[in-house]
């Protein structure tokens, strides 16, 4: 791996001088006359450029990428894929309101790709602006009505819109799109308990636990048990396998995260207070710290 990344920074320093190269020309009098690159070879090496800007991306050196995927941009400009990465980039480097721009850019260069809209509606999910991320969301669905993960992102703005019927009918159409899709099946579960049918609820989570067993799906069916009957077995085995799976649920401001309605996170608190949970809570609790 450490070679792996001198390489890609030797890489860099040479792209780095020839970058210099370019902005020089004011000072080709003093120096030998030397063959500018055509723009085909331009091009090449901004391809080339952006093939290692993803391998920094997967070491975690976003910062690193963005640098030379906008001098990768520069030599070629109309690359779509170079945006796309620059925007994957800046994403993960937290800087959510530059990517917005960089999409922009995809935009204008391809306006009719649906999954420019749907990741404009993410990062405006994560920003806390459900309604903006609603509106990016159905330009997508309207350049394709059948993406399931568009219909998922337009129900997961209306729960934040506290809209939960829309939040139902949206996710009834991303599985019925795609019956395996078990996240918008346990959302279903989810919008059905604030909603107060909780038998239909835990009917969603059941199904969505058997395509994935995923801690979600596995506690969300854990406390609906619980309340239900606070001497079910199932429910406590249930939820201390959920916490063992990932710990960071036993923290409110995760189950916010996820989307967790006031009516499940209530009821989620009584469970969490039974005796036989207390040991499974204090190392969830140890753990998410």
Not at 175 to 204: C, H, M, P
Not at 232 to 257: C, G, H, R, V, W
């Given at each position: 791996?450490?070679?792996t990344?001198?390489?890609?920074y030797?890489?860099?320093?040479?792209?780095?001088l020839f970058?210099?190269?370019?902005?020089?020309?004011?000072l080709h009098a003093?120096?030998?006359?030397?063959?500018?690159?055509?723009q085909?070879?331009l091009?090449?090496?901004?391809?080339q450029?952006g093939k290692?800007?993803?391998?920094?991306?997967?070491?975690?050196?976003?910062?690193e990428a963005?640098?030379?995927?906008?001098?990768?941009i520069?030599?070629?400009?109309k690359?779509k894929?170079?945006w796309?990465?620059?925007?994957?980039?800046?994403?993960?480097a937290?800087?959510?309101?530059?990517a917005?721009?960089?999409?922009?850019?995809?935009?204008?260069?391809?306006?009719e790709e649906?999954n420019t809209?749907f990741?404009k509606?993410?990062?405006?999910?994560e920003l806390?602006?459900?309604?903006?991320?609603?509106?990016f969301?159905k330009k997508g669905l309207f350049i394709?009505r059948n993406?399931?993960r568009?219909?998922?992102?337009?129900?997961?703005?209306?729960?934040?819109?506290?809209?939960?019927k829309l939040a139902?009918?949206?996710?009834?159409?991303?599985?019925?799109i795609?019956s395996?899709f078990w996240?918008?099946?346990?959302n279903?579960?989810l919008v059905l308990?604030e909603?107060?049918n909780?038998?239909?609820?835990?009917l969603?989570f059941k199904?969505?636990?058997n395509?994935?067993?995923?801690?979600?799906?596995?506690?969300?069916?854990?406390i609906?048990?619980?309340?239900?009957?606070?001497n079910s077995i199932?429910?406590?085995n249930?939820a201390?396998n959920?916490l063992?799976?990932?710990p960071?649920y036993?923290?409110?401001e995760?189950?916010?995260?996820?989307?967790?309605?006031e009516?499940l996170?209530?009821?989620?608190?009584?469970?969490?207070?039974?005796?036989?949970?207390?040991?499974?809570?204090?190392?969830?609790?140890?753990?998410?710290?």
């Amino acid at each position: 791996m450490k070679k792996t990344i001198r390489t890609i920074y030797k890489f860099i320093l040479c792209l780095s001088l020839f970058e210099c190269f370019l902005s020089a020309r004011s000072l080709h009098a003093f120096l030998p006359t030397i063959n500018e690159p055509t723009q085909e070879e331009l091009e090449y090496t901004s391809i080339q450029m952006g093939k290692t800007a993803v391998q920094l991306i997967q070491f975690g050196q976003n910062n690193e990428a963005i640098k030379l995927l906008k001098l990768a941009i520069k030599l070629n400009p109309k690359e779509k894929d170079l945006w796309i990465t620059l925007a994957e980039a800046q994403m993960r480097a937290n800087k959510n309101h530059q990517a917005l721009l960089s999409l922009d850019e995809v935009i204008k260069l391809n306006p009719e790709e649906e999954n420019t809209y749907f990741t404009k509606a993410s990062i405006y999910m994560e920003l806390n602006d459900p309604k903006r991320a609603k509106d990016f969301v159905k330009k997508g669905l309207f350049i394709n009505r059948n993406n399931e993960r568009g219909y998922f992102q337009l129900g997961n703005a209306e729960i934040m819109l506290k809209n939960y019927k829309l939040a139902l009918i949206a996710f009834k159409k991303s599985s019925k799109i795609n019956s395996s899709f078990w996240q918008s099946i346990n959302n279903e579960g989810l919008v059905l308990y604030e909603l107060n049918n909780s038998q239909e609820a835990i009917l969603k989570f059941k199904l969505a636990l058997n395509i994935s067993q995923n801690a979600e799906p596995m506690l969300a069916l854990a406390i609906l048990l619980y309340s239900s009957d606070s001497n079910s077995i199932e429910s406590i085995n249930l939820a201390k396998n959920a916490l063992k799976a990932d710990p960071q649920y036993i923290l409110k401001e995760y189950q916010t995260k996820q989307l967790w309605g006031e009516k499940l996170q209530k009821s989620a608190e009584l469970l969490f207070k039974n005796k036989k949970m207390q040991k499974s809570v204090r190392e969830a609790k140890e753990k998410s710290q």
